[in-house]
C-alpha cells in the first residue's frame, strides 16, 4: 500500500493505493503491478475508506436506473442533479445530520446547487421527486 499526493492544476489529492505484483507468465516472465484498490479526496489526513473517492479529470455522473444522476463540477463547487423524473427537492446533509444546502419546488429534470462555501467532506444528496419516490447518494466534496 502506498500513501499518495497528486497535484493537478491548482489542487492538491490525498490518498491511498493498493498495489499487487507479480509476473505474467512463467514461460516469458515479466514484472507486473496491478492497483486493485484505492481512495483519494482533498483533504490531508483523511481517514478514507475504500470507495470514498473524488473524481480527478472530467464528471463522472453516478447513475441510477431512472437515469438520475448526480455530480460535483470540476471545481467542486456546484452540485448537479439531473433525472428523468420531475425533481421536487434536492438536500444535501452532513454526516451528523445537518441540512447544509438545499432546493426545494425544482419542478424539473434538474438542478443546481451552489456549495462552494461548505467546507470539504462526506454529505448525503437526498433527491425527492414529484411522485413522492426518492434517491440518496454518498458524495465526497
Not at 1 to 6: K, Q, T
Not at 40 to 48: A, H, M, V
Request: hydrophobic content about 40%; overall charge positive; charged content about 10%.
Amino acid at each position: 500500500m502506498f500513501a499518495i499526493r497528486l497535484h493537478l492544476g491548482a489542487e492538491y489529492y490525498y490518498g491511498w493505493i493498493h498495489a499487487l505484483a507479480g509476473y505474467t507468465t512463467e514461460t516469458n516472465p515479466r514484472k507486473t503491478i496491478t492497483i486493485d484498490k484505492y481512495a483519494f479526496c482533498k483533504i490531508p489526513n483523511y481517514p478514507l475508506h475504500l470507495g470514498q473517492t473524488e473524481i480527478i479529470t472530467g464528471i463522472s455522473p453516478i447513475n441510477t436506473p431512472d437515469s438520475t444522476s448526480v455530480y460535483l463540477t470540476n471545481s467542486g463547487n456546484n452540485l448537479n442533479v439531473t433525472s428523468g423524473k420531475t425533481i421536487k427537492n434536492v438536500t444535501l446533509t452532513s454526516a451528523n445530520g445537518v441540512v447544509v444546502a438545499s432546493q426545494y419546488n425544482i419542478n424539473g429534470v434538474s438542478a443546481n446547487l451552489n456549495i462552494a462555501n461548505i467546507a470539504h467532506g462526506a454529505y448525503i444528496v437526498q433527491v425527492t421527486f414529484n411522485d413522492l419516490s426518492s434517491f440518496a447518494k454518498q458524495i465526497v466534496k
